[in-house]
Every structure is written in C-alpha cells, then in structure tokens.
C-alpha cells in the first residue's frame, strides 16, 4: 500500500468495509437459525376484530354496551361496533365474547377501548373491561384461561374471576 495516493487509500477501506458488511449480512440468517441462545417470540394468536351487523354476537355486544351507546347517540354519535369470538381455554366451552366500540368520541390518542365477556349460563360476566390496542392470546395460562399480551408487551393474566395486568402501576 506504500505509495497509494490519499483518496485511492479512501476508496480500498470503503472497498474493504463494503465488502465485510456485505459478508456479515449474508451470514446473519445463518447465524440467527444455529445461535444457542438467540431470543423467540412466543407464539401468539391476535383477536380478529370485524363488524358483524344484525348479527347475534352484534346484539349481544350493543345489549352490553348499552349505556355507552346511549351516550353517545345523545351526542349524535354513532359507534361502529366490532366483535370477535376466541378460546382462552383448551376446556373452554363457553363463548368468549370480545367488543370495541369505535367513533371519535369514545376513541383516544391510545386508540378504542376493547372489552372481554364470558358467557356464563344466560347471563355475560365481564373478564376484562376497557384495555387500548391490539390483543394476542398466549400459550402461556393462569387459573385455567390463557394470558392476554395487549400492544405486543402489557401481560394480563386470569386471577380466576377476571384478567389482571402484570405491570406495575405508577
């Protein structure tokens, strides 16, 4: 290298760090499939959330969101109400009903607030009210309903009767 002009020196380390970054890039999948201890996801499943006018599961959500869509069509407000159904049991046998109700007055910076029932006989119990974001169901259970990961890193678990956050509150 004796005797290289300055800018040609400049331009065979720009080569050589190329050349190593796009060698390291290549081997980065490899690396990640064989390294012992690289960090997995656990697998989770997201709660579906859609419209389903006139349906049954619609009338049960508006029948159990009564009082918040009667507030809001007194403000001249009109909720889209989204519905989905999930296991949260391998022995689950009663339907697991999941609700958010959308609009500008019921929706924040955090986004819409959804809501979780259970079935139980005639009558709905709720299981968690009012968390903001998406919601994934875990592999991971306690007392027998599985543990729910709200905005991909706030756990909630089932103490039995309803889900509880694991995060420390302030």
């Not at 349906?55 to 507030?71: G, I, M, P, S, V």
């Not at 049991?89 to 986004?111: D, H, M, N, W």
Request: charged letters at 20%.
């Amino acid at each position: 290298m004796i005797g290289l002009h300055h800018r040609s020196l400049r331009r065979f380390n720009l080569v050589v760090a190329l050349t190593a970054i796009s060698t390291l890039t290549s081997l980065l999948p490899a690396m990640a499939k064989t390294a012992p201890h690289a960090y997995r996801a656990p697998s989770t499943t997201p709660v579906e959330l859609t419209a389903h006018p006139g349906t049954e599961l619609d009338k049960q959500a508006r029948a159990l969101n009564a009082d918040l869509l009667d507030d809001a069509a007194r403000h001249h407000d009109q909720p889209i109400i989204l519905t989905g159904t999930a296991r949260l049991s391998p022995r689950q046998k009663e339907t697991i009903l999941f609700v958010q109700l959308q609009s500008y007055r019921l929706c924040g910076s955090a986004g819409c607030t959804t809501s979780i029932y259970r079935k139980a006989g005639n009558d709905w119990e709720t299981l968690l009210d009012s968390v903001n974001g998406t919601i994934r169901i875990t592999r991971r259970y306690h007392n027998g309903m599985a543990d729910l990961l709200i905005n991909g890193n706030d756990r909630w678990v089932f103490d039995g009767q309803h889900y509880q956050d694991t995060l420390n509150s302030p």
